[in-house]
């Protein structure tokens, strides 16, 4: 489970196929070692200087959660299966790109952005971007599936990042990016044309879930149904 808040961009060193995976290998910006602190408070506990990132660890790459295979020193390998690489933008990766990376979640941490699986629904693609001073906006078309998903001043998580949507236009999602946002996470590097990872809000597919396979939507004319008390005690709400 993850955030959206980024802990640091890493930079690519290499993407080459081994078999039926792609290994990636990501250098952090500062010194990692094997072994897993004790109660380090987190503000000193970035992916680099984290001396607990340990093999087995998740790590969310660019908004895709993927496990932590090898690492030495600054360096961190994980593997790409080929449904990751396909699915997502992780398999155009190439040397020297910035990535936003971020640990999973602990139980003690704040909840800085809002809750993020590392699973992405879909590749979006930037097809506007407005600048006004150091604010700016990106229009981002996303895909058609998280549409049902998506309201205004909601939450959506774009290459990993948290973030609140400004407004819906036609098949357009807006969000607004504050100059930190940008200054240290890959967004600086973006323009039109860009594919992002797209993951919509997790309790929103819940809900959607719950309200699409429920009877009552589908019988809402029906006394029966009705949304009252007796309909609330009935399916196990009230007690």
Same mark, same amino acid.
């Given at each position: 489970?993850?955030?959206?808040?980024?802990? /640091? =961009? @890493?930079?690519?060193? $290499?993407?080459?196929?081994?078999?039926? =995976?792609?290994?990636?290998?990501? &250098?952090?910006? %500062?010194?990692?070692? $094997?072994? #897993? *602190?004790?109660? /380090?408070?987190?503000?000193? $506990?970035?992916?680099?200087?984290?001396?607990?990132?340990?093999?087995?660890?998740?790590?969310?790459?660019? @908004?895709?959660?993927?496990?932590?295979?090898?690492?030495?020193? #600054?360096?961190? &390998?994980?593997?790409?299966?080929?449904?990751?690489?396909?699915?997502?933008?992780?398999?155009?990766?190439?040397?020297?790109?910035?990535?936003?990376?971020?640990?999973?979640?602990?139980?003690?941490?704040?909840?800085?952005?809002?809750?993020?699986?590392?699973?992405?629904?879909?590749?979006?693609?930037?097809? +506007?971007?407005?600048?006004?001073?150091?604010?700016?906006?990106?229009?981002?078309?996303? *895909?058609?599936?998280?549409?049902?998903?998506? !309201?205004?001043?909601?939450?959506?998580?774009?290459? @990993?990042?948290?973030?609140?949507?400004? %407004?819906?236009?036609?098949?357009? =999602?807006?969000?607004?990016?504050? *100059?930190?946002?940008?200054? !240290?996470?890959?967004?600086?590097? +973006? +323009?039109?044309?860009?594919? =992002?990872?797209?993951?919509? $809000?997790?309790?929103?597919?819940?809900?959607?879930?719950?309200?699409?396979?429920?009877?009552?939507?589908?019988?809402?004319?029906? +006394? /029966?149904?009705?949304?009252?008390?007796?309909?609330?005690? &009935?399916?196990?709400?009230?007690?």
């Amino acid at each position: 489970m993850f955030t959206g808040i980024i802990d /640091e =961009v @890493g930079t690519v060193i $290499d993407v080459h196929q081994k078999g039926e =995976v792609i290994q990636l290998r990501i &250098k952090t910006a %500062s010194t990692s070692r $094997d072994g #897993r *602190p004790g109660d /380090e408070d987190r503000s000193e $506990d970035n992916i680099g200087g984290r001396s607990g990132d340990r093999i087995g660890d998740s790590i969310c790459i660019n @908004g895709v959660c993927l496990t932590v295979v090898s690492l030495a020193d #600054r360096l961190l &390998k994980f593997d790409l299966s080929r449904e990751t690489a396909e699915t997502t933008t992780l398999g155009d990766l190439r040397a020297q790109d910035q990535v936003n990376m971020e640990r999973a979640l602990r139980l003690s941490d704040r909840l800085g952005g809002h809750f993020l699986s590392g699973h992405v629904d879909g590749i979006g693609y930037i097809r +506007k971007l407005q600048r006004s001073g150091q604010h700016y906006l990106l229009g981002v078309e996303a *895909p058609e599936s998280v549409s049902c998903y998506l !309201v205004e001043k909601g939450s959506i998580a774009l290459d @990993g990042i948290s973030l609140t949507i400004a %407004s819906l236009e036609k098949n357009l =999602v807006w969000v607004s990016i504050i *100059p930190h946002t940008a200054e !240290v996470t890959s967004l600086k590097e +973006k +323009k039109t044309g860009d594919k =992002v990872n797209v993951e919509a $809000d997790l309790l929103a597919k819940y809900i959607h879930r719950i309200l699409t396979s429920h009877p009552l939507p589908q019988s809402a004319s029906s +006394k /029966e149904n009705s949304l009252g008390r007796e309909f609330l005690a &009935k399916h196990g709400f009230l007690s």
